[in-house]
């Protein structure tokens, strides 16, 4: 390091899931998130009541609209319509492409891939992972090209999803981790869970139903905070809250980032 150098902060990137902000489809959340101080972005939903961000001129439109308000779109989700799922060999393919085009000219850098209960595989058996695994290998230098990460979200424990990703062995294929699905599913696994996927996280969901984070919680917010600061996550805080309407919306999330702030070890860059 040269005596000139300077170090300064990483900043903390904070987003919102577009489903949880607004009951509708349409520019007002990108309003709305303008609205919140120290909010930087919002995760789309590419399939959700009529919105079809695979159509290149809704993404169009939907990218005009951030730009206007001055907001990022750091992931997009909701990449499944009803019925469709990773094991159906014909759709599949179809599905995941789709979404990287439509990450891409977002500007998005992660695509939450959800596998959950029936749509996700079984990694103690062969004949329900190959599949999976074979396609997530497929699409998966598609993504690297574009500068995308495909982020799973799984039904899987912590130890299975670390197996899972390995198994792939693609730098674009990581996991998308959300503390309080795995709290639900695997009790007690969802902090040390973080320690044993830190190489793997794409990005990950903060949420405790309607509360703040610093309300009472299966997750121990700031625990989780903590240890994500100390393994040095620089991805984005993507909050996944239930709001009562926009005015609870924003002053909900603006608590919530500043407790986020407040359990995070400053990280820096020279």
């Known amino acids: 390091m040269s005596g000139n150098s300077v170090a300064s902060e990483i900043p903390l990137k904070f987003g919102h899931r577009q489903a949880n902000m607004a009951h509708e489809p349409g520019p007002s959340v990108f309003e709305l998130a303008d609205r919140i101080q120290g909010l930087r972005g919002v995760e789309l939903q590419v399939v959700w009541k009529g919105q079809d961000l695979g159509d290149r001129q809704t993404a169009l439109s939907y990218k005009k609209m951030a730009h206007d308000w001055g907001v990022q779109i750091p992931s997009i989700a909701g990449i499944w319509a009803p019925g469709q799922t990773i094991f159906q060999a014909e759709v599949a393919p179809r599905v995941l492409e789709r979404a990287v085009r439509a990450a891409d000219l977002l500007g998005a850098s992660v695509i939450l891939v959800a596998l959950f209960d029936k749509n996700c595989p079984r990694i103690d058996d062969f004949s329900s992972y190959a599949g999976p695994v074979a396609l997530l290998q497929q699409v998966a230098p598609m993504a690297s090209d574009a500068g995308i990460v495909l982020g799973l979200e799984t039904s899987l424990s912590p130890a299975d999803d670390k197996k899972f990703v390995e198994m792939i062995g693609h730098p674009a294929v990581q996991i998308y981790?959300?503390?309080?699905?795995?709290?639900?599913?695997?009790?007690?696994?969802?902090?040390?869970?973080?320690?044993?996927?830190?190489?793997?996280?794409?990005?990950?969901h903060l949420k405790n139903e309607t509360r703040l984070l610093s309300d009472h919680a299966r997750v121990n917010w700031a625990q989780a905070v903590e240890t994500l600061s100390?393994?040095?996550?620089?991805?984005?805080y993507v909050f996944e809250t239930e709001h009562s309407g926009p005015e609870q919306c924003v002053a909900a999330t603006e608590q919530n980032i500043a407790f986020v702030r407040r359990f995070s070890v400053s990280l820096t860059r020279f």
């Open 230 to 236: 100390r393994l040095r996550y620089q991805g984005w």
């Open 177 to 204: 981790y959300d503390a309080t699905n795995k709290e639900l599913a695997f009790p007690g696994q969802s902090i040390p869970g973080i320690d044993l996927l830190a190489p793997h996280l794409a990005q990950v």
